[in-house]
C-alpha cells in the first residue's frame, strides 16, 4: 500500500489539510450481489476555514455521478448528480472517530459494471488552491458460468455403431468458463464458439463416431469459472441402444459341417447382438437340445450362445441348427450338416446254408444318410465277385456269388443326397476292406440273426394257424359224414320190413342201397344183396 502527505501550500497552518490515502485497488465482486467500494480517507484539518468535497467518477467521465460534502457527525449521504446504473448505486461519507470513509454501494452488480470508479478527495480555504486527491479502484464483476442459451444436450443419444453423435452447450461466465467433455470415464476434444464473447457468452460443442463399447454410458460435460471454482455447472445424455436385432455380431458362428463318429461329441457357438435379449433355440433335425448363454457383455447386448450334444448314428445327415428371435419377432438363423464320414454294420456272419452259404449283419439306424455295403467274394478260380447292397438289408444270399466262397469282404460307404437327387460319398474310400470266414458248423443257434429267426417265428406262427383251421375243417367233415351214413342206414332197414310185391309183367328194381355190396349172377341175372336171400330175378342180361 501507498502513503501520500498533503504538502502544505501554505506556510500558513491555517490553509493546510493533510490526507492519507489508499493506492490502487482491483475488488472482484460476484454477479447479481452488492459490491461495496471504500475509501478510508485520513484527513487532519488544520483550519476550520477548510472545504471538504467528494466527488465519484465512473470510467474516467469529466462528471462525477456522485458528490458530497464532509460530514461533521456521523454519516452524510451523497447526493447523485447522474445515474449510469439505473438507480442501483448510492453513496455515503461516514466520520468514524474523526476518520472519514468514502462508500460507494453499488446493488445486483452486472459484468456490464465491471470498470474504473474514481473517488476524489477535494479542499480548498477560501482564497486558497484547491488540494485534489483520488484513488482509483477497479470493479471486476465475475460469475458463472451458467447456461444463458437455448442450446443443451438431448436426453439421451440413440446409440448405432458407426454413426456420429454431436452435442452442443451455451454458457454464461467470466471468465470464460472452462468445460472438458467426457464419455463414461474417457476425455473427448470440443470446440467452442465464441461469436458472443463481448457478452460473455460461449457455445461447447462435441462430435465422436459411436463405437459399441459407448452404448449404455453417458455424454457428460462440466464447466468452472474465475474464482467460483466451487460453482459449477455440468449436464449429461445418456447414449442408449433402441431396441434391435437380432443380428450376428460376433466371430463365433456353426461351421459348415460336423464330421463326426457315432458317440462322439459335437459343439457349437454363435455370438448375437440384440434389444432385448434375443430368444435362441437349438435343434437337431426337429429334435429340440439343450444350450448354454454366456451374459458377460450384457451392458453391450451381446450374447454367446453355446450347445454340446453326443452323436447318435440316426443323426447322419440331419441339421444342427438355430433360430433366434427378438425386436419385433425379426430373426436369425442358421444350420450346419452332421456327417458322419464312418459308419460300420456289427455282427458279421458268414455261414453254410442249404443251398449255399449266406451273409448276415446287423445295422443301425444311418438317418438320412445313405450306407451301402460293398461285398467281394472270392471264387474258386481265384476271381472275386463283387456286388453293392444297401446296409438296410441285413442278409444277403446269391448261390452264384456265395456258392463257392470261403470268406467274404466287406466295407460301408456312407453317402448323402443333395436336394437335385444326385448323391456325393461322406465316407472314407480309402477305407480297407474287412474279411469273414465262412462258418461251417450250424450246431448253435448264436449264428442265426435276429432277422432269420424273427422270419423262422413268422412263418411258424401262419403254419400253426392254418394248421388249426385245417384240423377244424376235417372233423367238421368226419362228423358229416358219419351223419349221413347213419341217418342212410336207418332208410334201408325200414324199407326192408315192407312185404315185397312181384309183378310177372315187370322188372325187378334194383335196391336204393348202393352203398351195399352188390353180388350178381348171370346165368339167372339174380343179385344176392349181403345177408339176404337168394330172390329171383326178371332182369334180362
Known amino acids: 500500500m501507498n502513503y501520500l502527505t498533503l504538502l502544505l501550500l501554505s506556510l500558513q497552518l491555517s490553509e493546510c489539510a493533510i490526507v492519507t490515502r489508499n493506492g490502487d485497488d482491483i475488488q472482484i465482486f460476484e454477479l447479481n450481489t452488492t459490491a461495496t467500494l471504500k475509501w478510508n480517507v485520513d484527513v487532519i484539518v488544520i483550519d476550520k476555514r477548510v472545504v471538504i468535497r467528494y466527488d465519484v467518477h465512473y470510467n474516467d467521465a469529466p462528471k462525477a455521478f456522485l458528490r458530497g460534502y464532509d460530514a461533521r ?8 448528480a447522474n445515474d449510469p446504473f439505473n438507480g442501483r448505486v448510492s453513496g455515503t461519507v461516514t466520520l468514524n472517530n474523526g ?10 452488480v452486472e459484468y456490464e459494471d465491471s470498470g474504473n470508479f474514481t473517488l476524489k478527495f477535494v479542499s480548498s480555504v477560501w482564497r486558497s488552491l484547491l488540494t485534489i486527491e483520488n484513488v482509483a479502484i477497479t470493479l471486476d464483476v465475475q460469475g458463472g458460468p451458467s447456461k444463458c442459451g437455448s442450446q443443451d444436450l438431448p436426453k439421451n443419444f440413440t446409440c448405432t455403431k458407426g454413426n456420429e453423435i454431436s452435442g452442443s452447450v451455451t454458457l454464461c461466465g467470466k471468465p470464460r468458463p472452462n468445460l472438458s467433455w467426457m464419455i463414461g470415464d474417457q476425455s473427448i476434444n470440443g ?14 460443442s462435441f462430435k465422436q463416431n459411436v463405437t459399441s463399447k459407448m452404448c449404455g454410458k453417458s455424454v457428460s460435460y462440466r464447466a468452472t469459472a474465475g474464482l467460483f471454482q466451487n460453482k459449477d455447472v455440468s449436464g449429461k445424455a445418456l447414449i442408449i441402444i433402441p431396441s434391435y436385432g437380432p ?7 456353426l461351421p459348415k459341417n460336423f464330421t463326426c463318429s457315432k458317440g462322439d461329441e459335437i459343439s457349437g457357438s454363435v455370438t448375437l447382438c440384440g434389444k432385448p435379449r434375443p430368444n435362441l433355440s437349438w435343434m437337431i433335425g426337429d429334435q429340440s437340445i439343450k444350450g448354454t448363454i454366456d451374459s458377460t457383455k450384457t451392458d453391450q447386448h451381446q450374447y454367446t450362445y453355446s450347445f454340446k450334444h453326443n452323436v447318435t448314428s440316426k443323426m447322419c445327415g440331419e441339421s444342427v441348427s438355430y433360430r433366434a428371435t427378438g425386436f419385433k419377432d425379426n430373426e436369425v438363423g442358421s444350420e450346419a450338416l452332421v456327417v458322419m464320414g464312418s459308419y460300420d454294420i456289427t455282427a458279421p456272419v458268414f455261414i453254410q446254408d442249404r443251398p449255399c452259404p449266406v451273409f448276415t449283419w446287423d445295422s443301425d439306424n444311418h ?3 445313405e450306407v451301402d455295403l460293398l461285398l467281394s467274394f472270392p471264387q474258386n478260380d481265384n476271381n472275386f465277385r463283387n456286388l453293392t447292397t444297401n446296409a438296410s438289408a441285413g442278409s444277403f444270399r446269391d448261390c452264384c456269388f456265395t ?29 480297407p476292406l474287412t474279411t469273414v470266414g465262412l462258418t461251417k458248423t450250424t450246431t448253435t443257434t448264436t449264428t442265426t440273426t435276429a432277422t432269420s429267426t424273427k422270419n423262422l417265428q413268422t412263418m411258424l406262427i401262419i403254419g400253426a394257424y392254418f394248421g388249426g383251421i385245417a384240423t377244424v375243417l376235417l372233423v367238421l367233415l368226419v362228423i358229416f359224414i358219419v351223419y349221413r351214413y347213419s341217418k342212410q342206414r336207418n332208410k ?22 348202393y352203398e351195399e355190396l352188390l353180388t350178381f349172377s348171370k346165368e339167372n341175372s339174380t343179385y344176392t344183396p349181403l345177408g339176404k336171400e337168394k330172390v329171383e330175378s326178371h332182369y334180362e342180361v
Do not use: W
Open 73 to 80: 457527525r456521523n454519516t452524510r449521504p451523497m447526493t447523485l
Open 99 to 108: 476518520n472519514r470513509v468514502l462508500s460507494v454501494e453499488l446493488q445486483n
Open 191 to 204: 470446440t467452442i464458439n465464441s461469436t458472443k464473447a463481448d457478452q460473455h457468452q460461449y457455445t461447447y
Open 247 to 253: 443380428s450376428k455380431c460376433g466371430d463365433q458362428d
Open 367 to 369: 438317418g438320412l444318410c
Open 403 to 431: 456258392a463257392y466262397a470261403t470268406s467274404v469282404e466287406y466295407k460301408t460307404m456312407v453317402y448323402l443326397k443333395t436336394k437335385d437327387g444326385n448323391r456325393f460319398e461322406i465316407s472314407d474310400i480309402n477305407k
Open 492 to 513: 334201408d332197414v325200414n324199407v326192408n320190413q315192407e312185404p315185397q310185391t312181384t309183378d310177372s309183367n315187370s322188372k325187378t328194381q334194383p335196391p336204393a342201397n
